[in-house]
Antibody, heavy 122, light 107 residues
């Protein structure tokens, strides 16, 4: 079955770096665009990054641009999020999600992984 | 960036009630609007995509409407498993944004 499994979450100090991963199975990974979405404790959802199926294009909101880098390894069916210069406000559960497309250009996130917790604290 | 605003932020209702949640976009997004349901400790799941299309496997009591800047999610007859947080999301721009969420609680 289609599955996304995140890993790599940890407790890190402010200013340090961390890479989280997302392992995909049950479908042809290289055919799909992917996203990272985060959720701070008790808060709503925030889109963090998007990468095209071939890695040729990436997108970020201003809140993480220049600090976070999304990448993928299609030979390993894996998605990554490299986070640098981490801040306390980056504390969140990080979800990976596959991009789905329908008619007339509609697009949505499905499925999602279970998430991995990143805590930034001194 | 496109801002998404949901109302209400929270809602108390009873099993069997009809419930409507509204989502407004800061600029026209056509029908590039999705709705997600999230239960505690779980990842979100898509309910509606393209403003009106029911995701496969989602009960028909869920429906979506709207276009441009105003959208609604309607649950025709609340079931116990529907108590959760609901988020709208615009997918018109490559810079995706979510609404702040609506918490649906049991009255």
């Amino acid at each position: 079955q289609v599955q996304l499994v995140e890993s790599g979450g940890a407790v890190v100090q402010p200013g340090r770096s961390l890479r989280v991963s997302c392992a995909a199975s049950g479908f042809t990974f290289s055919n799909f665009n992917f996203h990272w979405v985060r959720q701070a404790p008790g808060q709503g959802l925030e889109w963090v990054a998007t990468i095209w199926f071939d890695g040729s294009k990436t997108y970020y909101p201003d809140s993480v641009k220049g600090r976070f880098t999304i990448s993928r390894d299609n030979s390993k069916n894996s998605l990554y999020l490299q986070m640098t210069s981490l801040r306390v406000e980056d504390t969140a559960v990080y979800f990976c999600a596959r991009a789905e497309y329908g008619e007339m250009g509609s697009n949505w996130f499905d499925p999602w992984g279970q998430g991995t917790l990143v805590t930034v604290s001194s | 960036d496109i801002q998404m605003t949901q109302s209400p932020s929270s809602l108390s209702a009873s099993v069997g009630d009809r419930v409507t949640i509204t989502c407004r976009a800061s600029q026209s997004i056509g029908t590039y609007l999705n709705w997600y349901q999230q239960k505690p400790g779980k990842a979100p799941n898509v309910l509606i995509y393209g403003a009106t299309n029911l995701q496969s496997g989602v009960p028909s009591r869920f429906s979506g409407s709207g276009s441009g800047t105003e959208f609604t999610l309607t649950i025709s007859s609340l079931q116990p498993e529907d108590f959760a947080i609901y988020y709208c999301q615009q997918s018109s721009s490559s810079l995706y944004t979510f609404g702040q969420g609506t918490k649906l609680e049991i009255k």
